[in-house]
């Protein structure tokens, strides 16, 4: 079975940092282009940051600098190192693969 299990997510102050994972079983990662999405409340679901498989990235303007995503393939695990949070950032973060799995969300919230 196809699965893409989120952790780290969690509360942190302004200026923090939190890694978010994401780990897959059934699939080789590595194989797959790879998205980070987010949605914030009463907001539509807003793209992030990609690692293609090949490894080049991309990253949305609003966390470009801040944000970095990254791919472990021993650990076949996708991650999100975020630094310099802000509340803006508030919100629940999902992994998904270019075959449209999806994980099943990690909340982060950053308080002021």
């Known amino acids: 079975q196809v699965q893409l299990v989120e952790s780290g997510g969690g509360l942190v102050q302004t200026g923090g940092s939190l890694r978010l994972s994401c780990a897959a079983s059934?699939?080789?990662?590595?194989?797959?282009?790879m998205i980070w999405y987010r949605q914030a409340p009463g907001k539509e679901r807003e793209f992030v940051a990609t690692?293609?498989?090949?490894?080049?990235?991309y990253y949305a303007d609003s966390v470009k600098g801040r944000f970095t995503i990254s791919r472990h393939n021993a650990n076949n695990t996708l991650y999100l190192q975020m630094d310099s949070l802000i509340p803006e950032d508030t919100a629940v973060y999902y992994c998904?693969?270019?075959?449209?799995?999806w994980g099943q969300g990690a909340q982060v919230t950053v308080s002021s």
């Open positions: 059934g699939r080789t990662l590595s194989n797959y282009n």
């Open positions: 998904k693969s270019s075959d449209d799995v």
């Open positions: 690692i293609t498989s090949s490894g080049s990235t």
